[in-house]
């Protein structure tokens, strides 16, 4: 079962860093959305409410900040 991955990062957040590297090692594909570069990830990312990075989507599950449990989790 594919689940949708939106990883909303900046340059220089060590924790989208960490999260990057753990769907790496997972094998999971995933879209990165850099709010650093990209002012419609910035908008897209505080229309949602979020203020920081990372935040995660899996499908419609929202997980802000790096949670590699909650991550084991929605990802099976």
């Known amino acids: ?11 220089t957040c ?8 753990y769907l790496n090692s997972k094998g999971i ?9 990209d002012m419609n990830a910035r908008k897209e990312l505080m229309s949602k409410g979020f203020m920081g990075v990372p935040v995660i989507m ?6 802000q900040g ?5 991550l084991e989790e929605l990802l099976g």
Do not use: G
């Open 58 to 63: 899996v499908d419609e599950e929202v997980i």
């Open 14 to 21: 060590v924790y989208c860093h960490q999260a990057k590297d």
């Open 29 to 37: 594909q995933f879209e990165e959305r850099n709010v650093s570069r």
């Open 66 to 70: 790096f949670d590699r449990e909650r």
């Open 1 to 11: 079962m594919n689940k949708k991955v939106v990883v909303y990062t900046s340059d």
